[in-house]
């Protein structure tokens, strides 16, 4: 098996779904020729020719809404938005399109289309590069909303996401593309050359959509989180030395309740983290999911740990990333609460 | 401070109570444009977005290279599907007044651009309608009774009662799902093209968006595609003359033809008399046959008048003439053709008549017919839990337990 990080596996994930399906197409800013910003797309136009790997305009309502009409000609666009934060002009296009072309057409028409973007902060991008506005799409009926946390998970998701008749908006957090991030900034950079996730196949597999992983086993606490924060996660519960069962989520709708309510029931007690703005954010939902499911085990409050509701701010990314001290501090909030 | 204010605001040229007045049209004789080889460079046609096309005279002959040349049969096909699709809009308006759908939208006065437009592409084209594209749906083989029954939400609804009326789709006749979203098809087409390219099909795409929708930005990033990709496709602006209550001239329109809005892109512009059966077929054929020899998109503005409100939700004598229309200098399409089928000894106001007569029986069989599957007020019902199909390709669980709790609830659960 190949050592890859996550770059690496979406790229392979790519690379497997155009040789299989040459209804495969990918469209978007800087991807063909240069092979994109992040260099997901790397190497693809040179294999498999500039009329399936497509330079787009500047104008994420135009990609979007051309790969809807793509998709409805029986391709299977993959379009990637260079940013999540810029993801905006072509929201009109997912929200009122493509989420509900099946619906209101009963059936008779949809689009399997993919949209890749890069989220998350930690890379001292500002808040034009830093966003998390996966809450926003999970509100969105008719799509499928996934963040891998790995590149194990990356590549199949992602090949789960390409073969997927729904739509699927795919959110990759940037900051854990080179390496896990354990939420210290001061510490030096690690790779995924020796973790077990960057252990990936060359081949074809996939991971399903839908279905959450137990990162990190344990009996005292659940955190339940995705993408950058499963990582925070796991080292804090390292680092405060409480039995911290670690939830990655993965694909945060269609949600996969079981396996998030089955943990809380045994633990007791639930932490929801993740990087985007508190109010009104996803954890909202998945701390109304659990307590629904899991009252009467509860031992103590529901707690939320997230990105402050502010703008992301450029100079104060480390207040405001949940990273290790807030992760660490939200642990024992719940382990102290009666 | 209102009086300091140097802003320029559009104004229309007659509001209620004032005498219409057109004169802001730029109008050209029948015959008197030029038509160009398909192949023709953009820059050497520039001046096709500035004219108008037009082939039927005021003397109700057919004149100039825009002539289709169209036999007896051909022309009575035209004026047929014209006339079903009024015929069909006034009984539909009659019955949303009488309550017994929530609401309607006429194509009164724009029937040529669907039907004209509809006979000029192939069948294995790819149309993406607006909501006022209804002849399309027609002649396009959805029949009528599927149509009332998708105004009605009953069960024989395409839509399953999830769309507001008039939001048809078709399948097999190549007719996207319509949008109630401004302009969204716009960049679907564009897409669609661009797909048939990559497949080395020869099938091309139609979109239709009215002149208020020119502002929206899907109309922007749509031509920008278009022109970038050379998609072969062809993008429609049907300017008739209103967007509500909004004049054209408030998507800056008095400023520019809407078909000069591809020329900064490179994509040439028709202006056509969007009322004259004959111009708008020849305009659509042509543009239909450069974009399949892979000479890309042609933007094609087709010049007519709401004859009708925007919806049965809308009162135009509150913001325009009421006899604006009797003055729109382009007429009415179906007249016209009418007009031009006598002349040509085709046609009589006797077979007009009876055409009127059948096509009016045919409308009320479908009526009649339609009521059957259910409607507003009486049975058979749709059932509610297909409420929750079609969200996804499969249901995920929570749709599963709420379409459960939905059938507890109505069960006094």
Redesign the interface.
Known sequence: MAQMNMIEAIRSAHDVMMDRDSSVVVLGEDVGYFGGVFRCTDGLQRKYGEHRVIDAPISEGGIIGAAIGMGVNGLRPVAEIQFADYIYPGFDQIVSELARLRYRSSGDFFSPVTIRTPCGGGIRGGQTHSQSPEGIFTHVTGIKTVMPSNPYDAKGLLIAAIESDDPVVFFEPKRIYNGPFDGDPEKPAVSWGSHPKGEVPEGYYTVPLGQAEIARAGEELTIITYGTLVHVAIAAAEATGVDCEVVDVRTLSPLDVATLADSVKKTGRCLIAHEATRFSGYGAELAATIQKECFYQLEAPISRVAGWDTPYPHAFEWQYFPGLKRMSAGIRRVMEAE | MNSKSRLQIPRPTARPGEKPDFSYLDLSPAGSIDKPPIDARTRDIEHLSGGLVRVLDEDHSAKGAWNPNFDANQLQVGLRWMLLNRVFDERMWQIQRQGRISFYMQATGEEAVSIAQGMALRPGD?C?PSYRNQGLFMYRGVKLVDMMCQCLSNTRD???G??LPI?Y???TGNV??V?G?LG?Q???????????A??GEDHI?ASWVGDGTTAE??FH??L??AA??QAPVILNVVNNQWAISTFQGTAAGQRRAFAARGLGLGIPGIRVDGNDFLAVYSASLWAADRARRGGGPTLIELVTYRGGPHSTSDDPSKYRPKDEWLSFPLGDPIERLKQHMIAEGHWSDARHESLVDELRTEVTAAWKEAQKHGTMTEGPWLDPATMF?????EA???LDSQRRRMLEVERGE
């Open positions: 790819m993406f395409m839509c399953q999830r769309q939001m789709h078709t399948k996207f799902s949008s979203n969204t716009y960049p679907h087409a564009v897409g669609w093209a661009m797909a048939s990559i497949k795409a930005a899907d990033h749509a920008t595609f970038v990709y199909d079609d969200v996804f390709a995920p669980r929570n």
